[in-house]
């Protein structure tokens, strides 16, 4: 369910602000009365989107924000989850974290993109954080929400990007440890600031390499984070069935897969115990459903 169209940040390497204009909120009301008809259809879990999602009310209202439409949708009954996303990282409120903590229906899921793990690089990009700010939202978010999944993404080989600006990436991810990282090696997006006044001056090759150690160092930290969930009983809501197996999603985002018996569990809520956790999915064996 889209809640807020465009974007005010003028990130220099993102198109995003040219092709979809500055930030527009949709009416709480408009809001919570699609998300009840897709209930009233079967939904049992809806996505609030905008390209910085936390940015959702600002323009409807001096006090109006996500936490608050947060509330209104988690009391429509029949739904089950909610997430939301994209994250921009200073727009993830105290108040924000608060409510995803408490709201039951609100998934401990939060995608905060950081891009870069070094101040220099991120000024060039004019993502309008330090490190310092961004780890204490980071922080934050972990202190005030138990058990939180966090994913971000990432581009390697933006404009001024230097080994050692690249090393400091790699130090936040080995640290903050996050469940998934999408990692993109930089190119350049014609129309974009970073197009018209940046060096595209990191070789190609230097892209892919690093992009490279992003997914090796990323793959060890997501296994290391499934490892414990072995033997462990959650909640699948399952999606899809793919080569005889049903694929579905915990709260907390992760992907699982457990084997297709005869009913169709599409749509259901299956109690699912973990018996492979791997970096990327966890292979299940299913309890029960429904
Ligand atoms: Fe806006 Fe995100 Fe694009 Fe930055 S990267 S301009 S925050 S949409």
Redesign the pocket.
């Given at each position: 369910v889209n809640i807020v169209h465009g974007?005010d940040?003028?990130?220099t390497f993102?198109i995003?602000?040219y092709r979809r204009g500055r930030e527009r909120s949709r009416p709480l009301a408009e809001v919570v009365a699609e998300v009840e008809g897709l209930v009233a259809r079967g939904v049992r879990e809806v996505t609030l989107l905008g390209?910085?999602v936390d940015s959702y009310g600002h323009d409807l209202g001096p006090d109006l924000d996500l936490a608050d439409l947060l509330t209104a949708v988690d009391a429509v009954d029949g739904l089950d989850r909610i997430r939301f996303l994209t994250s921009?990282p200073l727009g993830v409120t105290d108040k924000l974290i608060d409510r995803v903590a408490r709201l039951d229906k609100v998934c401990e899921h939060i995608n905060i993109p950081v891009q870069s793990g070094d101040d220099a690089v991120l000024a060039a990009m004019h993502r309008g954080y330090t490190m310092t700010q961004y780890r204490d939202r980071i922080a934050r978010i972990k202190d005030g929400i138990p058990g939180v999944s966090l994913s971000t993404d990432i581009i390697t080989g933006f404009s001024g990007e230097d080994e050692a600006a690249f090393e400091r990436t790699l130090d936040l991810l080995e640290e903050v440890r996050f469940d998934v990282v999408h990692v993109a090696a930089y190119s350049v997006r014609p129309g974009t600031i970073a197009a018209r006044t940046l060096a595209d001056d990191v070789p190609d090759e230097v892209k892919k390499a690093r992009l490279q150690r992003v997914e090796e160092l990323q793959e060890r930290v997501a296994a290391e984070l499934n490892s414990p969930l072995r033997h462990q009983e959650i909640d699948v809501l399952v999606e899809t069935r793919k080569d005889g197996r049903w694929e579905g999603r915990t709260r907390t985002n992760k992907l699982v897969h457990f084997p297709a018996g005869a009913s169709d569990l599409r749509g259901e809520m299956a109690r699912v115990r973990v018996v492979g956790p791997r970096a990327w999915s966890l292979q299940g064996e299913l309890i029960s459903a429904g």
């Open positions: 974007c940040n003028f990130c993102c995003v602000p390209q910085k921009y």
